[in-house]
């Protein structure tokens, strides 16, 4: 009798089981099947056992040689096809229509005994084509759906191997749950599939719910029958197939053991293949974060906002659950929130964790990568994974020092297969992208003070007597350090001068810090050198009673015989997360270089002089000079690093040093009211600072043309302030400007000072 032939209208689910229906009867022949998507399902299985594919009108022609086609739907997407087809004259029926005449057709047949023909029939054919799959996913599908059809089983799975956790791992399954599949791990040697991989020998079960080799809590509990075959090729294991029947099912013998493991041997090569082709998809997603982390270096952004914006990018590329960076602080074993993908970042603080214990402390303080999964304990004590498993992975950060810490979660084995291959390159890389946003945070601190630095001469100069000088310095003083409040002791031969910022209004709290400041100022008189005290815990368990402050810093400022002076500074508040909270070396570094401004402002404006010289604002400002110096090698290194330019430039009020000399205290304060007045004028990411009593600098980031318009404001404030005291006289006291550029015609600090200078 001649074979019926049919055609399947669809590529979905429902047609492929049509598929394998008609497939398998040899009394029908499948002329073709139609969708308009080439990647669906029924169509990438007809492609691999040869049936002819369409996706576009030159179906109808091929169709209507068929005695009918079988469509699951009558509505939907297909019916234009349908339509056409009918109009075609072309019998259309449902799939219980076609099963109707499918019984029809063979009843009253006499049933030959003959041999179960393996499905797919021409399996050499189907796997010369698989070959062209390059997904993983669809690849491990169409393997697993030969080889469960081949024996007639229901369900089964495709383990694979993982060399990093030398796990195997589900990396196909039919007849599973999602949440099996994508937790399940099997050590080598456990359990049936672990046996197999151990052994390299195909394993034949029946009455698995008796079995020792199942572990209890599977989620299958009717299997019947299975086999399990070794993937390998050589001596390198690639994984393990297995396929099972379920109760009221036929059981698998020997013959089918013999059949998969047959498959199994044509399989391993391809799945070899593929794995080799995986490793360009993982030096794609390599190349896929570096691009990333090198777009990050360009973006003008909050510290802050570069990190949530990684660990986002880092979790949807690697597929991960959660991704968490910690970053170091400058207080040793203290870590802050870089960011995270799950993080909204309101623009406020970052949260600080002490690294003391825990996970995350092994990954920091020990640089050790630490590897968790979560487990459930049973009544008998023993320890299980859980189905639904997330795996923790923290990794530690480094460029030489310690930098802080990465933390992945992945629930999918196959994305933590994935990133287990990348994790040494991705470290290397988020370790150095930390390192140049740490660096440059600390940078930017540094840029900042030394600002702050530049200004205290032209202040304290401006000040007509040492009492007035003694009251602005704590006010100046405690914010270059970052002190919440502070106080300043000046001891003379003759005469005594103290003045306090920051402190409370309340009288009551206000005697209690003054009782503690003045037993502050008797240590310091004591000891007479430079410290830093702190008291972490206010235990009063542990103190009787507990100080008024949490860190605080004394520094001595002597000045010969004549003086004595002293700053005491209490509870830092740091800058941000990153900064310490207590005071340290940097912050006595930077009282350090106070010392150096105001010693030489305190000797001029004490009571004894006698035949001492006072000192010239021109000299002061000498340690001006040499901060705008090294703020310049600053810049320059920055703009080597980050291929961007910037813009020194330099104003003259022609005249200012000759009027200086005629009316010091009036000139000083047009050059402090001209500070204040700048100031507001600038930039905060511009710096600016006095240099010569008659010229200040600006350094600035931004483009020229925006250049020329602070220049003219700036040259419009002095002209207006210089007019204002009757002093403005054309040509003779008068602003000016010059400008040099980098890079451009010089090369250090020093020259760029010259080149705009000469441009006056």
């Known amino acids: ?89 072309v019998k259309i029926l449902s799939p219980s229509e076609a099963a109707s005449d499918m019984a029809d057709s063979t009843a009253g047949k006499e049933e030959e005994p003959s041999e179960r023909n393996p499905w797919p029939k021409h399996l050499e054919q189907a796997l010369q084509y698989i070959n062209r799959i390059t997904d993983r996913d669809r690849l491990l599908k169409w393997l697993l759906e030969i080889s469960v059809r081949a024996v007639e089983a229901s369900s089964g799975s495709i383990m694979l191997h993982s060399e990093q956790t030398g796990e195997l791992y589900i990396g196909y399954a039919i007849g599973l749950s999602d949440v099996v599949i994508s937790s399940t791990r099997q050590k080598i040697g456990s359990g049936i599939a672990g046996k197999v991989a151990e052994t390299g020998q195909a394993i034949l079960v029946h009455d698995l719910v008796d079995n020792p080799l199942y572990r209890d809590g599977r989620e299958r509990e009717k299997i019947s029958s299975s086999v399990s075959a070794p993937l390998a090729v050589g001596e390198t294991l690639i994984g393990v197939l297995n396929v099972s029947t379920s109760e009221g099912e036929r059981k698998l013998e020997e013959n089918d053991r013999g059949t998969i493991e047959l498959l199994a041997s044509k399989i391993s090569p391809i799945l070899a293949q593929h794995l080799r082709i995986d490793t360009e998809k993982i030096r794609d997603t390599e190349f896929r974060i570096r691009n990333f982390i090198e777009s990050l270096f360009q973006r003008d952004i909050e510290f802050h906002d570069k990190f949530l914006f990684l660990c986002r990018a880092l979790a949807d590329i690697l597929s991960a659950d959660t991704v968490t960076i910690y970053t170091a602080t400058d207080e040793g074993d203290w870590l802050i929130l870089g960011g995270s993908d799950q993080q909204i970042h309101d623009g406020g603080r970052a949260p600080r964790i002490h690294c003391i214990k825990g996970s995350l402390a092994r990954s920091y303080i020990n640089r050790e990568e630490v590897m968790m999964t979560e487990a459930n304990h049973d009544a008998g004590l023993m320890i299980s994974e859980r189905r639904d498993a997330i795996t923790s992975i923290y990794i530690p950060l480094e460029h030489d020092d310690p930098l802080g810490v990465a933390l992945f979660e992945f629930s999918s084995l196959d994305s933590l297969e994935n990133f287990l291959k990348i994790k040494d390159v991705l470290r290397f890389q988020l370790g150095f992208f930390v390192y140049t946003q740490l660096r440059e945070l600390r940078q930017a601190r540094k840029m900042y003070s030394l600002e702050d630095l530049s200004s205290l001469t032209p202040a304290l100069m401006g000040a007509p007597s040492l009492r007035d000088k003694i009251i602005m310095l704590p006010e100046l003083i405690s914010p270059i350090i970052g002190a919440s409040r502070g106080s300043f002791h000046f001891i003379g031969t003759s005469e005594e001068e103290k003045s306090y910022h920051g402190f409370p209004e309340d009288e009551q709290e206000w005697s209690a810090l003054r009782t503690c400041d003045e037993h502050m100022l008797t240590r310091a008189l004591d000891k007479n050198k ?163 009593p008659e010229i200040f600098a600006v350094i600035s980031l931004e483009s020229h043309h925006r250049i020329e318009f602070l220049e003219r404001r700036l040259l419009d404030l002095i002209e207006t302030a210089l007019k204002n005291r009757n002093l403005y006289i054309e040509n003779e006291i008068f602003p000016e400007s010059a400008y040099a550029l980098y890079p451009g015609g010089s090369e250090t600090s020093a020259e760029l000072i010259t080149e705009a200078k000469n441009r006056f």
């Open 530 to 692: 430079p410290e830093c005290i702190t008291f972490l815990s206010r235990d009063i368990g542990t103190y009787d009673n507990p100080p008024p402050y949490r860190s605080l810093v004394i520094y001595p400022f002597i000045g010969a015989r004549e003086f004595k002076a002293y700053f005491i500074g209490y509870d830092r508040v740091p800058g941000s997360p990153l900064d310490s909270s207590i005071f340290g070396t940097y912050e006595l570094d930077l009282l350090s270089r106070i010392s150096e401004i105001i010693l030489p402002i305190l000797h001029d404006s004490g009571v004894e002089k006698k035949d001492r010289k006072a000192s010239s604002f021109d000299d002061l400002l000498r340690s001006n000079q040499k901060i705008l110096l090294e703020r310049l090698n600053e810049e320059i290194e920055r703009a080597e690093r980050y291929h961007h330019g910037f813009i020194v430039t330099l104003y003259r009020i022609n005249g200012l040093k000759e009027n200086l000399r005629t009316d010091y205290n009036t000139t000083l304060e047009i050059i402090n009211e001209l500070s204040v007045g700048i100031r507001k004028q600038v930039r905060k990411t511009d710096y600016f600072s006095w240099i010569e």
């Open 1 to 89: 009798m001649e074979a019926a032939k049919i055609a399947i209208l669809g590529g979905g689910e429902d047609e492929l089981n049509i598929l394998s229906e008609y497939h398998r009867d040899s009394g029908f022949e499948i002329i073709g099947i139609y969708d308009r998507d080439p990647r669906a399902i029924a169509m990438e299985v007809a492609e691999i056992i040869g049936v002819s594919v369409y996706i576009d009108r030159s179906f109808l022609q091929a169709f209507q040689q068929a005695d009918y086609v079988v469509v699951s739907g009558r509505g939907g997407p297909y019916n234009e096809e349908i339509g056409m087809l009918s109009r075609a004259g």
